[in-house]
């Protein structure tokens, strides 16, 4: 994809470059990143417990090629942290993810949640405000009634827009263990939550109960072998969804077969090669995000290493496999001292199911064309982010010779990650968190990877 930048985004002040004071940078960092059904939003969480909302501008007439920027629109606090009493445990502001509704009105409405609670934001907007009233003044106070004389009709007048943010609905008390995963189901009425051990369904409607749909907790916790990384609905289908395991496997549930869905329908799991086991193989299998395609007939899922494509009608083995990044293969015994080994990185589909994209170090992110088979490693920098600058393809050098432009592995800057990234639904725009700093790059001819 040779991407032009639109529009570079920084979220919080001051920048990763500048920063000096840990604590307030700490609390900028992006934790999460989601685009909206239509793309006209898009919205970001960090480990502050704030919710900033993008805007894309409308197109502009000078320039009618050329498309909108996003633009802050909303800002707000959407967890605090709390404490435990019972546990002695402190329960960060961090927002682990957030999910968009699909608009019913004209207000807007995402769902965001930090380890224990999950939390429905309504978003509307004002821009007229009614004058006139026969019982109030201007100011909102009651008027002498010995002066009012006749009836009038109170008129809409316009006025600078006011978006304003509300919480509609607080699901709290549904998990022992950190919330990793929230999905909003097909039917629009109910969505799942995942922690650890259990997954719950619930009804938007209803905040004071869920329903369980799995739980792998054994009886004696000295028994537990896996844990649950990562969960999503079908996109068409009400009653499939998906979690992932830190044993690498993926299960595809159905609703309509059992009620509590220990049981899963197909288990995804590719048979482990002997010859190349290590210490580490445990570790580096553990999938960290699942993704079904819009079409609803492949699952996405990435572990540390590489990124799988999974058919859903064959259980074996996925049919494509991609690396993300096979240099550091090398590296894993410093990567695990440093604890980077256990990184969660995100991955995301293109609106047509042609491109995956994910995450790596040293601020690069890497795509794979399904069709071609070709792949890119592109960097998210303050260079490539100037207005009409192109991505240029960046390549690590393992060994052997190196090119003019190639970054040693030696180089790599391992504090740079880029975990979180988000692709719009339809157009090729792409959202990448980079520590701090949010970047937003589009491709100007709107085609596909080449």
């Known amino acids: 994809m040779q991407a032009s930048p639109n529009c570079h985004a920084n979220v919080s002040q001051p920048s990763a470059e500048e920063s000096t004071s840990g604590g ?3 609390a900028d960092i992006i934790s999460t ?6 793309g006209d939003l898009l919205a970001t969480g960090d480990k502050g417990g704030r919710v900033v909302i993008f805007q894309r501008e409308p197109e502009s007439k000078n320039e009618p090629y050329s498309q909108g920027e996003y633009n802050v629109y909303s800002t707000f606090q959407s967890h605090e942290p709390e404490f435990d009493y019972l546990k002695s445990l402190e329960i960060e502001e961090k927002i682990n993810k957030i999910k968009w509704l699909p608009k019913q009105n004209a207000a807007h409405a995402l769902l965001s949640t930090n380890d224990k609670t999950i939390k429905l934001w309504k978003i509307t907007e004002r821009d007229k405000r009614p004058e006139g009233y026969n019982l109030k003044d201007e100011e909102g106070k009651l008027k002498d009634l010995s002066t009012v004389t006749s009836l009038q009709v109170p008129v809409l007048k316009p006025m600078d827009l006011m978006v304003e943010v509300s919480p509609r609905r607080i699901f ?11 999905s909003v189901n097909s039917d629009c009425e109910t969505y799942m939550s995942a922690d650890d051990l259990r997954i719950n369904l619930w009804h938007l409607a209803i905040t004071d109960r869920s329903f369980n749909i799995v739980d792998i907790k054994p009886a004696n916790m000295e028994d537990l072998t896996e844990v649950i990384t990562a969960s999503e609905f079908h996109p068409h289908h009400c009653n499939l969804f998906v979690y992932s395991s830190s044993k690498g496997s993926l299960r595809l549930c159905d609703m309509r077969a059992s009620a509590l869905c220990d049981k899963h329908s197909k288990l995804y799991e590719e048979p482990e090669d002997p010859s190349s086991r290590s210490f580490f193989s445990e570790i580096i299998s553990s999938v960290s995000d699942v993704k079904f395609s819009h079409s609803g007939r492949y699952m996405l899922a990435r572990d ?3 990124v799988k494509v999974w058919d859903l009608n064959m259980e074996t083995r996925p049919v494509e496999t991609y690396q993300v990044h096979d240099y550091l293969r090398s590296k894993l015994c410093s990567l695990y001292e440093n604890d980077c080994i256990f990184d969660k990185f995100e991955c995301a589909w293109n609106g047509s199911d042609s491109v995956i994209m994910t995450g790596a170090y040293n601020n690069f992110f890497r795509m794979f064309d399904r069709n071609t ?3 890119v ?10 207005p009409r600058a192109v991505l240029k393809p960046r ?3 393992a060994g052997g010779k190196r090119r003019k432009d190639d970054i040693s592995i030696d180089s790599l800057d391992f504090t740079k990650k880029i975990l979180h990234t988000a692709w719009h639904p339809t157009e090729n725009i792409i959202a990448i968190a980079a520590t701090n700093n949010l970047y937003i790059f589009q491709d100007k001819m709107n085609s596909e990877m080449h």
């Open 24 to 26: 307030e940078w700490e």
């Open 33 to 38: 990143a989601e685009f909206n059904h239509t």
């Open 172 to 182: 709290a008390n549904g998990h022992t263990y950190h919330v990793n995963s929230i």
């Open 304 to 306: 540390y290493l590489t």
């Open 373 to 375: 088979k070709r792949d």
């Open 377 to 386: 490693t592109l960097e998210a920098s303050r260079e490539s982010s100037k």
């Open 395 to 397: 390549r690590v050098c």
